[in-house]
């Protein structure tokens, strides 16, 4: 059983960074893809960004520039660094590994 756990969300001004991270633990293999998405209030679940064991990336234009994924594939974890945040990034952060989902952390950005 796969498990993800999500940390590193908070308060932020506009403009300001967060880096996210999401441990996965259990047997999970050589190859996998890991997405990070979130849901803002009221709206459904959107992709953020998505990374491969080999280290291919994809983002959506909305995180295209701003957001970056990275993998430490020792450590079993996958981090989103976000920058030039903004009110509209206001969300519950998942991630999202096979079937499974991690509990989510809340970003919010607000001056």
């Known amino acids: 059983q796969v498990r993800l756990m999500e940390s590193g969300g908070g308060l932020v001004q506009p403009g300001g960074s967060l880096r996210l991270s999401c441990a996965a633990s259990g047997i999970i293999g050589p190859i996998w893809v890991m997405g990070w998405y979130r849901q803002p209030p009221g709206k459904q679940r959107e992709l953020v960004a998505r990374?491969?064991?080999?280290?291919?990336?994809t983002y959506p234009d909305s995180a295209l520039g701003r957001f970056i994924i990275s993998r430490d594939n020792a450590k079993n974890t996958v981090y989103l660094q976000m920058n030039s945040l903004q009110p509209e990034d206001t969300a519950v952060y998942y991630c999202n590994l096979f079937d499974q989902w991690g509990q989510g952390t809340q970003v919010t950005v607000s001056s």
């Open positions: 990374i491969t064991s080999g280290g291919s990336t």
